[in-house]
């Protein structure tokens, strides 16, 4: 059995080295090579037939690193977020173009898959909806991908979400938080904590919270495990692990 070849981008990384960890312990994989920010990515591959780029890195080189990946012949999954809709749109073409795979995922963790999925369903019923995402202070961007996605995932079933609000008057601007499709989304930076949302939906009588926790990074392996295998199957772009869970 041909083993998979494997890059880690972002290999010095928290992220990166749990990655390293899971690759070398899998008997389908083979860690073909260990890489991080100050090596390039595009000149490896040239000179290197590689299976699948995992990308752990920074969003602001989300688009080259990309790039690197499809026009130098590998598939790529990359946990890096940040990526805009006309992002997806330029990837999807050029997978089509190079006839490799590319996986997006703005979270590896299978229970926060289906925490989205649950959040979908419950969408259907209930129109007023806020977003609590938790991370540690050393996240750059927010909210987080996951954040971004869940309220995308809601608004796939509910055109607009809490419509009866009163909150007209600021004491102080952004108290709120950020809004996508009325879904008020709220970001908390704090040290010791890792990687936690909390999806609440009200009605007149009751209150549901859909909650996850991430408590160690090795909650997203088996997520990422399951990326490497699939993507290689593939020759277009996916956005999200739930397509591949089947519950899409």
């Given at each position: ?37 100050q090596n390039n990515l ?22 080259d690193i990309a790039r ?121 930076r704090l040290p010791g ?56």
């Open positions: 059995m041909n083993k998979i070849k494997v890059v880690v981008n972002g290999a010095l990384g928290k992220m990166g080295k749990e990655v390293v960890k899971a690759v070398l312990n899998q008997a389908d994989m083979e860690l073909d090579k260990e890489l991080d920010m595009g000149d490896y591959l040239k000179d290197n037939k590689v299976d699948v780029v995992v990308d752990f890195t920074t969003p602001e080189k989300r688009m690197a990946i499809l026009n130098n012949g590998a598939s790529g999954v990359i946990g890096t977020t940040g990526f805009t809709n006309n992002d997806l749109k330029e990837l999807e073409k050029l997978c089509n173009k190079t006839g490799k795979g590319l996986i997006i995922a703005p979270n590896f963790t299978i229970g926060v898959i289906l925490q989205m999925y649950f959040s979908k369903i419950a969408a259907k019923y209930f129109d007023t909806a806020e977003i609590i995402e938790y991370h540690h202070n050393q996240k750059v961007d927010f909210p987080s991908g996951t954040a971004v996605k869940t309220a995308q995932l809601m608004s796939e079933v509910r055109d607009k979400f809490n419509p009866d609000l009163k909150d007209k008057v600021a004491n102080i601007e952004g108290a709120r938080g950020g809004d996508l499709n009325g879904i008020k989304i709220h970001s908390v904590m890792m990687a936690h949302q909390e999806v609440m939906f009200g009605e007149k009588g009751q209150f549901l919270t859909i909650r996850h926790d991430t408590i160690s990074r090795e909650a997203y392996m088996p997520g990422v495990l399951l990326a490497i295998r699939e993507v290689v199957k593939i020759n277009r772009l996916v956005y999200g692990l739930e397509e591949i869970l089947g519950i899409k």
